[in-house]
C-alpha cells in the first residue's frame, strides 16, 4: 500500500497565482480531509469529505479556497488567488469510518512570495 | 477551536529517561489518539484509547485515560533519540462524520 500520496511535495508560486494540491487517499478510505499546518496556529482542519460529499468546510477561511473530491481517488485544493499568509504545509488524510485512524499523506509545502 | 490540549508544549530530556506528555479535552468523546510527528513529515498514528478504556500499553508507550477528568497521559518510556518530535492528540468527539480535532501538540526533544 503507497499510503496518501499528495502532489506537488513543494510549491513555490508568487502572490496572485492559482494553487493546486492534489491527493490520493488510501484505496477502500471513505473519508478524506485537507489540514493546514503554520507554526502559528498549528495544525487547523480545512474540510472533509465522506464518500466523495463535502461534509464540514467551516474551516475554510476564505473563499479563495475551494476543494473537490470528484472520486474516491482523488481530492484537490484550490487556492486561487494566492497570499503570502497562505504559506504553509498542507496535509492530506484519509481513514476508513468515524472515529477511526487518519493515515497523513506527506504534505505540501506551499511557499506564496 | 482545539477541543485537546497538550501540556507541556515543550519538553527536553536525556536519552534513557521517561517522558510524560498531557492532553484535557472539553467534551466527551468516543476515543482519544495519540499521533507522532517528525519534521517536515506528516503525522502517523500511535495508539489509540476507547472511552470505556483506562489504560493501554503498546511497546515503550503507556497512554492512560481519565474520562471524569477529561484528560490522557502518554508515557514514553526508556526515551531515545530517536522519539525526538511533536506529539499530538486528537479526540474523536462523535461528531457526524470521521472527524477527529487535534491539540497542539507537544515538541519532545530527548538528546543523546
Known amino acids: 500500500d ?12 508568487e502572490m496572485g497565482q492559482e494553487v493546486t494540491l492534489r491527493c490520493k487517499p488510501i484505496s477502500g478510505h471513505n473519508s478524506l480531509f485537507w489540514y493546514r499546518q503554520t507554526m502559528m496556529r498549528g495544525l487547523e482542519l480545512l474540510i472533509y469529505f465522506n464518500n466523495n460529499v463535502p461534509i464540514d468546510d467551516s474551516g475554510m477561511p476564505e473563499d ?23 504559506s504553509a504545509v498542507y496535509f492530506c488524510a484519509s481513514s476508513t469510518r468515524q472515529g477511526a485512524t487518519q493515515y497523513f499523506g506527506p504534505g505540501t509545502r506551499l511557499t506564496v512570495l | 477551536s482545539q477541543q485537546g490540549e497538550e501540556d507541556p508544549q515543550a519538553l527536553s530530556i536525556q536519552e534513557g529517561e521517561n517522558a510524560t506528555m498531557n492532553c484535557s479535552y472539553k467534551t466527551s468523546i468516543n476515543n482519544l489518539q495519540w499521533y507522532r510527528q517528525n519534521s517536515g513529515r506528516g503525522l502517523v498514528h500511535l495508539i ?4 470505556n478504556e483506562r489504560e493501554k500499553h503498546s511497546g515503550r508507550l503507556r497512554v492512560t485515560l481519565d474520562t471524569s477528568k477529561k484528560s490522557s497521559s ?23 462524520g470521521n472527524m477527529l480535532t487535534f491539540g497542539g501538540g507537544t515538541r ?5
Do not use: W
Open chain 1, 2 to 13: 503507497a499510503g496518501v500520496i499528495q502532489s506537488p511535495r513543494h510549491e513555490v508560486t
Open chain 1, 64 to 86: 479563495r479556497f475551494s476543494a473537490k473530491m470528484p472520486n474516491a481517488s482523488f481530492s484537490t485544493l484550490k487556492i486561487q488567488p494566492s497570499e503570502p499568509r497562505d
Open chain 2, 48 to 51: 489509540l484509547i476507547r472511552s
Open chain 2, 74 to 96: 502518554l508515557l514514553i518510556t526508556a526515551s531515545r533519540a530517536a522519539d525526538t518530535a511533536s506529539y499530538f492528540c486528537a479526540t474523536d468527539a462523535g461528531n457526524a
Open chain 2, 108 to 112: 519532545l526533544m530527548v538528546k543523546p
